[in-house]
């Protein structure tokens, strides 16, 4: 549940009051220019959701059809499918061990080894499509381990879209999420560390890809008198409604994320000695946000499989959830290249994020507890 303590009751009904409620108002703008400042970039152009600032951010960044783009297996869907949205196409990486972010030694050994320089452009030796972009996405609240990947992206001209959509105010090395690559997309969905209800953000320090995201977000709109088009735009626009709640949401992100991290360092904590529960971990060159506290379950050692704790959780009232289905083995994304991902698929097996709003308070205890000696509670049943 998102926190709604702030101005956000202040703001929205000066946007009320004032009549400004639509897709134009000054709210648009403070808050693209307040996600700009926390990040530190010189552009972010606010859109309706995290998905949609996806599908621009890989239109400005000049993916184009049948291009490649790698991304991670082990993420929600919806890079994967803003790069189907252009006509291009994911190519599918495993995650590391340690963080379970995208495995970048592995990205860059499939450029490497699997891809061919021609002409100035890289090109996937099996598929013969160019590889145009690396699509990273820093989940759970923990960056990825950018450097490999920016060395390589720049060695062979690729293009960096990180999707920062779950780890807003997250640091790698000390820079910040979502201004390590080309440009990066945020979200502010309701499950996500700060919500406007819907909306998001694409966020670059390139001038004229800022302009274009704007552009292509408001309909590509060439004279605003004669409604002229020279491109097939987009209705994404965000609004002012919406922004003036973000704008207090964002107020109290620093806020927000002290009460995760100390959830995260709680469970963390509790769990130490509980025998077949890996806690999710904090690599020494990242400050994680841990938007999504998650721990991987070892059936042996835990007598108890993730999914029969997971049913154990529910039926005391506790919710907590499954990673996401590997994007190479998800329907929709068949037909798309993935190199192995068994990373993916045992992070995907073992997985359980566990309840860890911001407002979540002493039930935490009631979590712990139940995490703890599964034999002893199964015999109550
Ligand atoms: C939430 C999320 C999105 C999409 O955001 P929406 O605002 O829901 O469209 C994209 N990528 C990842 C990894 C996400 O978790």
């Known amino acids: 549940m998102p926190e709604i303590r702030g101005n956000e009751w202040k703001y929205v009904q000066e946007c009320l009051d004032s009549g400004w409620v639509s897709s134009v108002g000054a709210f648009v703008g403070r808050f693209e220019q307040m996600i ?160 406007t209800g819907g909306g998001g953000m694409i966020v670059t320090d390139k001038e004229g890809w800022a302009r274009q995201a704007k552009y292509l977000t408001t309909q590509a709109k060439n004279d605003p008198v004669e409604y002229i088009h020279k491109e097939i735009g987009y209705n994404y626009r965000l609004t002012n409604i919406q922004a003036a709640i973000g704008c207090a949401q964002l107020e109290q992100l620093d806020n927000y994320i002290a009460v995760k991290r100390r959830i995260a360092a709680t469970y963390t904590c509790g769990l130490r000695d509980v025998r077949g529960i890996t806690a999710m971990r904090e690599a020494s060159w990242a400050s994680s946000i841990f938007w999504m506290y998650t721990v991987l379950i070892d059936e042996l050692e835990y007598s108890m499989d993730s999914r029969a704790l997971l049913e154990r959780l529910s039926d005391a009232g506790i919710e907590a959830r499954p990673l996401w289905q590997p994007l190479h083995r998800s329907p929709p994304h068949a037909a798309s290249q993935a190199t192995d991902c068994s990373v993916a698929e045992r992070l995907n097996r073992d997985a359980l994020s566990l309840p860890c709003s911001v407002g979540l308070g002493d039930q935490q205890k009631r979590v712990l507890d139940a995490l703890k000696m599964p034999k002893d509670h199964e015999r109550r049943y």
Request: charged fraction near 20%; hydrophobic fraction near 45%; charge should be negative.
């Open 36 to 195: 700009a400042a926390y990040v530190g970039a010189n552009y972010a152009v606010a859109t309706v959701n995290g998905t949609a600032a996806l599908h621009i951010a890989v239109l400005v960044a000049g993916v184009k059809p049948d291009d490649e783009v790698l991304v991670p297996s082990l993420t929600f869907i919806a890079p994967a499918n803003a790069i189907r949205y252009v006509g291009a196409w994911p190519v599918f990486v495993d995650a590391e061990p340690e963080y379970w972010q995208l495995d970048c030694q592995k990205v860059v050994d499939f450029l490497e080894r699997e891809c061919q320089w021609r002409n100035g452009e890289l090109y996937n030796k099996m598929s013969r499509r160019r590889v145009k972009a690396i699509l990273p996405v820093h989940i759970l609240g923990h960056p990825v381990d950018m450097d490999p990947l920016l060395e390589v992206a720049q060695k062979y001209n690729l293009m960096v879209i990180e999707d920062a959509t779950e780890s807003l105010g997250a640091r790698y090395k000390d820079r910040m999420v979502g201004h390590l690559g080309d440009i990066a997309c945020f979200s502010f969905n309701g499950n996500k560390i700060i919500t």
